[in-house]
Nanobody
Framework: QVQLVESGGELVQAGGSLRLSCAAS????????LGWFRQAPGKEREFVAA???????LYADSVKGRFTVSRDNAKNTVSLQMNSLKPEDTAVYYC????????????????????WGQGTQVTVSS
């Protein structure tokens, strides 16, 4: 049974930092992109960041320079270090996996991500 389980979301003040983690289990994710998406209240889910299995990364413009995505293939985990948080970063953050064995730049297209976690709430107060 494939599972992606996020953790680390909480309430934080603007300017603060959080580290989200996602543990993937149930199959070998070493040839998958592992990505982060988020959905704010009343808005569509959007791409945040992703890391390919060769550790190539991609970021949304809104988080570039503030967020860092990384993974540990041996542990099937992906993390999202979020610094300089803003109230507009408030959302439910989802971890997802996309099978892309050829590596390269990871995808930001959420329809390609076949496995999803349940999400973790991040709230940034002003």
């Amino acid at each position: 049974q494939v599972q992606l389980v996020e953790s680390g979301g909480e309430l934080v003040q603007a300017g603060g930092s959080l580290r989200l983690s996602c543990a993937a289990s149930g199959r070998d994710f070493s040839r998958y992109d592992l990505g982060w998406f988020r959905q704010a209240p009343g808005k569509e889910r959007e791409f945040v960041a992703a890391c390919s299995w060769i550790s190539s990364t991609l970021y949304a413009d809104s988080v570039k320079g503030r967020f860092t995505v990384s993974r540990d293939n041996a542990k099937n985990t992906v993390s999202l270090q979020m610094n300089s948080l803003k109230p507009e970063d408030t959302a439910v953050y989802y971890c997802a996996a996309n099978f892309r064995p050829w590596g390269g730049t990871p995808s930001s297209t959420q329809d390609l991500y076949v496995y999803w976690g349940q999400g973790t709430q991040v709230t940034v107060s002003s």
